[in-house]
C-alpha cells in the first residue's frame, strides 16, 4: 500500500513536470523549423527535417535587442532606487516608533491588492501633459507595483534580526542611523537581495504600464516587443517562438543562480512565523 | 548644526520612510483619487468640448480667435467669388464687425487663450455675439449666390458654438450607465467565471502537488526550481506560447484535445466563447499552480512533524489526519493565498489581452480588458475610470470578506 502510494506519487510528479516544460520545449523546437515545417503536418512533428536558425537571425534584425536593452534598462533602475526606498522603509516599520505605522502598512497592502488599470488613466493623461511618454521616465510608476512587495519582504527580514544587536549598539551610543546603516543593513543583505530579484521580475514582466505609457517602437519593453511581433493578417510563429525562447532566457537564468532566494522572497508574506 | 543632528535622530522613522511615502502618493494615491474624479465626468480625450473635467462652464478663448480669424480668411476669398455689389457690401459689413465683436470677446472673458472658467451670465452675450455672426452669414446666403465656400464658412462658424464649453459634470450617469451596460455586464460575468474557476483548479492541483513534494524525495530541489519557471517567466510571453499550443492549425495542445474529444475540431479552441476562456483557463492554471504549489508547501514544512506522529500512535488515519492536523495548521497559508491569488486572477489583463484580446468577437473580455479598451481605443476616460472602479470596489468587498470573515491574518506585525 505504502509502496503504491510512493510510486503514485513519483508518477504524478513526473506529469507535473512534463507539463511544466513542455511547451518550452515545443516552443524551442517549432522556433528551429523552417517556415514550411511549420504548417500543415509536419507541424506537429516533434524534430524539424531541416534545423534552420533563420527566425532567430530575422528576429535579430528586427526590434528585440533593443526591446531587451529598453527592458534591462527600466528594470535596473526601478530594482535600485526601489529597493533603496523600500529598505528605509521597511526598517522604520520594522524596528523605529512612529505615528501612523499602522495607516502606513494599511495603505501599503491596500495600493498592492487595488487594480493597476486604476493607476494606469491619471497617470498617462500626466504623462502625456509632460511629455514623458516615451521615455525612461516609465521606471516612476513601476514604484506603484513594485514598492508594496518589496516593503513586505524586507519588513519580514528586518523583524527576523535579533534586537539585541541593535540594543548593544545604542548603550555604546550609536545613533539610530548609524546603527541602521553601520550594522543591520549589512546583517540584511540577503533579505535586500531577495527583495531585489523580486522587484527585478515584477519590472522585467510588466506588461500594461510599458503598453500604455511606451507605445513608441523603439521603447517598447520585450515583454511588449513580442506581442507585435504577430502580424495583422500573417503569424510567423517561427519567429514568435524564436522570440519566446530569447526573452525567456534571462528569466530561466535569473531563476536557476537565485531560486533560493526568490523562494524565500515569495514565501516570506504568505507563511506566519 | 548640533541639534539637527539628534532630532533627526530621534524622529529617524518619520524620516526614513518619507521618500517611500512620497512615491505611494504621487503614483498610486494621488492617480487613484484621479481616477475618482474622472469617473464623474464625462471626460473623453480626443474631444474638444470633453477633454478636460468642467465643472462649470468654460470658455475657449484658442477656438473663439482662431475661428475669427478662419472667417475672415474665408469671407475675403468669398468676395472674389461673389459678383452681386450688394452681397459684397453684405460680406464687408460682416467683416468689419468681427474685430469688434473679438474685441468686445476680450473684454467680456479675457485675453486667455487656454481654456477658462466662465460666468454663467456672461453665457447670454457670448450667444448673442455668435448671433450677430450667424445672422451676418444667412444674409449673405440668403440671396448671395450659392458658392462652394458656403458649406466651409457655416463649419467653420459653428465653431463659435464649440468654443462655449457646457459643464461635463454628471455626476453618477457613469455609473449608471454601467449597471445598464450589457458589455460591463458580460465582462463582470467572464471575470468571476475565469475568477473562480482558475483559482479553485490551482488551489486543489497546487495542494495535492505540494503535499507530494512536502515528502522527502529524491530531485525535490530540482522540482522546486522547475516550479519556479512558469511563474518567472512574462505572462505576455506565456500567452504567446499558448496561443501558439492553442491555435487551430498548428497548435500541438488544440490537436491534442480534438484528439481526446474534448471539443469537436481544433479551431473551435480559440474561435468559439467557451473555448477561447477555457483556453484562457488553462494557460492561467498552468502559469500559477505550480507558484500555488511553492507557497502552500511552505505552509505545510512549518507544520511539526511529531503533530503526524501523535495522530498517527492516537491511530488516525491519513485522511483523519489531513483534515484534523493539516488543513487547520495550513489554514493561514491556504487563506493568503487564497486571496492574493483572487485578486490577482480578478484583475486579469495581460494573458486575454495576449492570448485573445478579449475576442472572438468580445467573448472572453474581462472588465480590465473592457476598461482599457474604452480609454485607450475611445479615449472615454470618465465611463473607463468608473468601469475601473466598480472592479476596485468587487475587489475591496472580495478581500474584505476573505480577511474578516475568514480570519486571515496579516503578517509583518
Known amino acids: ?273 | 548644526m548640533k541639534k539637527i543632528g539628534p532630532f533627526i535622530d530621534l524622529h529617524l522613522g518619520y524620516f526614513i520612510v518619507m521618500p517611500a511615502i512620497i512615491f505611494i502618493m504621487i503614483f498610486s494615491i494621488i492617480p487613484i483619487a484621479e481616477s475618482l474624479q474622472y469617473s464623474f465626468f464625462d471626460f473623453q480625450l480626443n474631444s474638444q468640448q470633453k477633454s478636460g473635467l468642467y465643472f462649470t462652464e468654460h470658455y475657449n478663448m484658442g477656438l473663439f480667435n482662431e475661428t475669427i480669424e478662419y472667417l475672415e480668411y474665408y469671407l475675403d476669398s468669398e468676395k472674389t467669388v461673389q459678383s452681386s455689389a450688394e452681397i459684397i457690401e453684405k460680406i464687408e459689413n460682416l467683416e468689419s464687425k468681427l474685430p469688434i465683436l473679438q474685441e468686445e470677446m476680450h473684454s467680456l472673458i479675457g485675453t486667455n487663450e487656454s481654456i477658462v472658467s466662465l460666468d454663467v451670465a456672461k453665457i447670454d452675450s457670448i450667444r448673442e455675439k455668435n448671433l450677430v455672426i450667424m445672422t451676418g452669414l444667412d444674409d449673405i446666403y440668403q440671396f448671395g449666390e450659392s458658392s462652394q465656400l458656403q458649406e466651409d464658412i457655416y463649419a467653420v462658424a459653428s465653431e463659435l458654438e464649440t468654443a462655449l464649453i457646457p459643464s461635463n459634470f454628471i455626476g453618477l450617469e457613469n455609473f449608471k450607465t454601467v449597471v445598464k451596460d450589457e458589455r460591463a455586464r458580460h465582462s463582470l460575468v467572464v471575470t468571476v467565471i475565469f475568477t473562480a474557476v482558475s483559482v479553485a483548479f490551482e488551489f486543489i492541483l497546487g495542494l495535492v502537488l505540494a503535499m507530494i513534494m512536502n515528502k522527502a524525495m529524491r530531485g525535490q530541489g530540482l522540482i522546486r526550481t522547475f516550479s519556479l519557471i512558469p511563474w518567472a517567466i512574462p505572462t505576455s510571453v506565456a500567452a504567446l506560447i499558448w496561443a501558439y499550443l492553442f491555435n487551430g492549425s498548428n497548435g500541438i495542445v488544440a490537436v491534442l484535445l480534438e484528439k481526446l474529444g474534448l471539443i469537436a475540431d481544433s479551431t473551435d479552441l480559440l474561435l468559439t466563447g467557451s473555448g477561447a476562456l477555457s483556453a484562457i483557463i488553462m494557460a492561467d492554471v498552468w502559469k500559477t499552480t505550480p507558484y500555488m504549489a511553492l507557497l502552500l508547501l511552505a505552509g505545510l514544512q512549518t507544520i511539526p512533524f511529531n503533530l503526524y506522529e501523535a495522530s498517527a500512535i492516537d491511530g488516525a488515519s491519513k485522511w483523519k489526519q489531513f483534515v484534523s492536523v493539516t488543513l487547520p495548521l495550513l489554514k493561514p497559508s491556504i487563506m493568503v493565498a487564497l486571496l492574493f491569488r483572487t485578486l490577482d486572477a480578478f484583475r486579469v489583463f495581460d494573458l486575454i489581452y495576449v492570448l485573445t484580446g478579449g475576442g472572438p468577437g468580445g467573448q472572453t473580455e474581462s472588465i480590465s480588458i473592457y476598461a482599457y479598451k474604452t480609454m485607450f481605443a475611445q479615449t472615454r476616460f470618465g465611463y473607463g475610470s468608473a468601469l475601473v472602479l466598480i472592479m476596485a470596489l468587487v475587489v475591496g468587498i472580495i478581500s474584505y470578506f476573505y480577511i474578516r470573515f475568514l480570519d486571515v491574518k496579516m503578517t509583518a506585525e
Open chain 1, 1 to 273: 500500500m505504502k509502496k503504491k502510494t510512493k510510486v503514485l506519487g513519483i508518477l504524478m510528479m513526473i506529469l507535473y513536470l512534463f507539463i511544466v516544460i513542455f511547451p518550452f520545449i515545443w516552443v524551442f523546437l517549432t522556433s528551429m523549423k523552417p517556415e514550411s515545417e511549420i504548417w500543415g503536418d509536419a507541424a506537429l512533428r516533434l524534430f524539424a527535417n531541416e534545423v534552420t536558425f533563420e527566425h532567430y537571425q530575422a528576429l535579430f534584425r528586427g526590434n528585440i535587442l533593443n526591446a531587451l536593452k529598453n527592458s534591462v534598462v527600466i528594470s535596473t533602475i526601478t530594482t535600485a532606487y526601489v529597493t533603496i526606498l523600500s529598505a528605509f522603509c521597511a526598517y522604520a516599520i520594522a524596528r523605529l516608533k512612529f505615528r501612523g505605522k499602522k495607516v502606513l502598512l494599511a495603505v501599503v497592502l491596500a495600493t498592492s491588492m487595488f487594480p493597476q488599470m486604476i493607476v494606469v488613466g491619471p497617470i498617462y493623461k500626466a504623462f502625456v501633459q509632460l511629455g514623458w511618454t516615451n521615455s525612461y521616465w516609465i521606471t516612476l510608476p513601476y514604484s506603484m507595483i513594485t514598492l508594496p512587495v518589496s516593503i513586505f519582504i524586507l519588513v519580514t527580514h528586518f523583524s527576523k534580526i535579533p534586537i539585541s544587536l541593535e540594543e548593544s549598539a545604542m548603550i555604546d551610543g550609536a545613533s539610530k542611523m548609524k546603527t541602521f546603516l553601520k550594522i543591520i543593513l549589512p546583517l540584511a543583505l540577503p533579505g535586500i537581495f531577495t527583495s531585489a530579484i523580486i522587484t527585478f521580475i515584477g519590472v522585467w514582466n510588466e506588461f500594461l504600464l510599458s503598453l500604455t505609457l511606451n507605445p513608441n517602437d523603439s521603447w517598447h519593453t520585450a515583454t511588449v516587443a513580442i506581442t507585435y511581433l504577430r502580424g495583422q493578417f500573417q503569424i510567423f510563429w517561427g519567429q514568435v517562438t524564436a522570440a519566446t525562447i530569447v526573452v525567456t532566457i534571462p528569466t530561466l537564468i535569473i531563476v536557476l543562480l537565485f531560486q533560493k532566494q526568490i523562494i524565500s522572497g515569495l514565501t516570506s508574506g504568505a507563511v506566519k512565523e
